[in-house]
């Protein structure tokens, strides 16, 4: 049977319980805010001697995953993605939300929408909120996050873990969440979607993308890059 020796499971750069540095690059671009995490995780498997590792990302660990493999394709046996971020273009995934009847919004939600798009411009996070709230107030607020948001966690002592990891990780000092507004507009589409990279990535083995069965990210961006993949591989093996 298939097993592995050896199990890491990281907290990016600027997150959860890694080193939280501060996040003011001069360099405004995609790329250098990528650079950002990519080459923390490069200097983490150097200083642990991993010459090649199967690597796993969820979320916006997803992404960074994709951006690693393109940096540094040698080190990578095999990339799986779960529930990526970034993976469609803007205006598919927008038309794709029309026709599971979320296109039609009323005005106060476009005002809403544009709100949030500006405060995302500034920098402003979720995790903001928890900083000036007093600690009564943001426990609460994040015990009812974890209740309205994630309904299928039942098991109370999971839930009261969940939000007390959450509470402790959204008021320690501000790091990579400053980074997303230069790698994501608001709505978590990629400024530089993964749609148009996961195809050109030079790892020697297939790449696993999954999806749950209720999942925030709409699976339709998955399901397009393996349209694209086959249709690379044929065009490949004509020539």
Known sequence: SYYFSSVYSLDMMGWGLSSRP???LTDTSVEAAESFFVDSLEE???KNGIDKMILGGHSMGGYIAVAYCEKYPQHVERLILLSPVGVPHKEKEEEARIKRGMGNVSLKWKAVRYTFGKLWEWDFTPLVVSRVLSEERGRNLVSSYVQRRLPAITSLEEQIN???????????PASGENSLNRILLPGAFARNPLMDRIPKLKVSNPITIVYGEKDWMDKTGGLEVKRICVEKKKVESLK
Do not use: A, M, P, V
């Open 22 to 24: 501060k996040f003011h």
């Open 162 to 172: 969940l939000s007390e990891y959450l509470y402790l990780n959204s008021i320690l």
């Open 44 to 46: 983490w498997r150097k």
